[in-house]
């Protein structure tokens, strides 16, 4: 069973940045997919970017493109998120998941339903 456990998230002014990480708990993170989600207050989770297993192949939602920075790190078992030019509408919980590590090696899953593992989410808030 693969655990995931988030951290980085804050209280953030709009303009500002931050780096959220995603650290999972087994070695076959190097094989898997990432990706990272998020879900604000009364709306539904939705996806924010992801990666495919070697870091060379990534994914954004149309909100963060040129914003946003999906990395990965497999010898820390750990990926990255970087949050540049926050936005109020970036305020909400981030979550991340990895899927099993059976897909191709390009491939980037960015629908919820293609994940497996969870994290329980890093908050996120940015004050105009």
Same mark, same amino acid.
């Given at each position: 069973? =693969?655990?995931? +456990?988030?951290?980085? #998230?804050?209280?953030?002014?709009? &303009?500002? @940045?931050?780096?959220?990480?995603? /650290?999972? $708990?087994?070695?076959?993170?190097?094989?898997?997919?990432?990706?990272?989600?998020?879900?604000?207050?009364?709306?539904?989770?939705?996806? =924010?970017?992801? +990666?495919?297993?070697? #870091?060379?192949?990534?994914?954004? &939602?149309? @909100?963060?493109?040129?914003?946003? /920075?999906? $990395?990965?790190?497999?010898?820390?078992?750990?990926?990255?998120?970087?949050?540049?030019?926050?936005?109020?509408?970036?305020?909400?919980?981030?979550?991340?998941?990895?899927?099993? #590590?059976?897909?191709?090696?390009?491939?980037?899953?960015?629908?919820?339903?293609?994940?497996?593992?969870?994290?329980?989410?890093?908050?996120?808030?940015?004050?105009?």
């Amino acid at each position: 069973q =693969v655990q995931l +456990v988030e951290s980085g #998230g804050g209280l953030v002014q709009a &303009g500002g @940045s931050l780096r959220l990480s995603c /650290t999972a $708990s087994v070695g076959t993170f190097s094989k898997s997919a990432m990706g990272w989600f998020r879900q604000a207050p009364e709306k539904e989770r939705e996806f =924010v970017a992801a +990666v495919n297993w070697n #870091g060379r192949n990534a994914y954004y &939602g149309d @909100s963060v493109k040129g914003r946003f /920075t999906i $990395s990965r790190d497999n010898a820390k078992n750990t990926v990255f998120l970087q949050l540049n030019n926050l936005k109020g509408e970036d305020t909400a919980v981030y979550f991340c998941a990895a899927d099993r #590590g059976t897909g191709g090696s390009w491939y980037v899953p960015v629908q919820q339903d293609r994940y497996n593992y969870w994290g329980q989410g890093t908050q996120v808030t940015v004050s105009s």
